[in-house]
């Protein structure tokens, strides 16, 4: 049970080319990498939209209200 993850078809659910699972199975640090590197680049971009969205709240336009004088 303890050998599921590996032998020569430990990463064949990615569904990669024989050629790139290969390749993980020489270096898998190269995986763990591309899965850091990824949620950094998801992380950098949602700390974008939050500043891009707190800095606007001053400048949104009010509601107008009905029935208001103008």
């Known amino acids: ?3 599921a993850f590996s032998g020569p078809n430990a990463f ?3 569904g990669f080319t024989p050629a790139a ?3 993980l199975q020489r270096s898998p640090l190269l995986l763990v990498v ?3 590197v990824i ?5 950098l971009g949602l700390l ?4 891009h969205y707190v800095t606007n ?3 949104r336009k009010p509601k107008e209200v009905k029935g208001a004088k103008k």
């Open 21 to 23: 699972t290969a390749v």
């Open 12 to 14: 064949k659910f990615f």
């Open 48 to 51: 974008a939209w939050y500043i």
């Open 39 to 43: 949620i950094s680049c998801i992380s």
């Open 34 to 36: 591309l899965v850091v």
């Open 1 to 3: 049970m303890g050998q």
């Open 57 to 59: 709240k001053p400048y």
